[in-house]
């Protein structure tokens, strides 16, 4: 994989480093093709490898990688927390549909498959007293 193409999976999955110019870790410095300061989560991997395995200071390996200390800090505890997957920034916002509980999701795949996703809201405020929006309903559907 080339390096262009390395860069544009990253884009694609949300894995661009924040600030790849401020990565100026030795690993990163050089011509090689395996390490890359775009790449978040290796950058992040780096540099708690830095600390733990180098022996370098928090606040050293937090700034050659392009982090805050308490970045550091917040890195540190998510990958002691859950390992490499844990390094993978959760995205944005909440997740999912707030009100489909699993009674009133129930109620939304039982109902007649003929009707639209505003009749079965409908519906579902009458019976719940929940306000759905129909294009919730219709994702519900599509499950």
Do not use: C, I
């Not at 540190?76 to 707030?98: I, N, V, Y």
């Not at 009100?99 to 009458?126: C, I, M």
Request: proline share 3%; glycine share 12%; no cysteine.
């Amino acid at each position: 994989m080339s390096q262009e193409q390395r860069r544009q999976v990253l884009e694609d999955l949300g894995l661009v480093h924040p600030r790849p110019e401020a990565v100026n870790a030795p690993l990163f410095g050089g011509g090689d093709r395996f390490f890359l300061a775009e790449d978040r989560l290796q950058v992040k991997y780096e540099m708690l490898r830095a600390h733990v395995v180098d022996g370098w200071s928090v606040t050293a390996a937090a700034e050659g990688h392009g982090y805050s200390r308490a970045s550091f800090y917040v890195v540190s505890a998510a990958f002691e927390a859950g390992g490499m997957a844990r390094l993978l920034d959760e995205r944005p916002g909440r997740r999912g549909p707030l009100k489909l509980t699993g009674e009133v999701a129930a109620f939304v795949l039982g109902a007649d498959g003929s009707l639209s996703g505003a009749e079965v809201a409908r519906q579902v405020e009458a019976r719940f007293g929940v306000v759905l929006h129909r294009r919730t309903v219709e994702r519900a559907r599509q499950r």
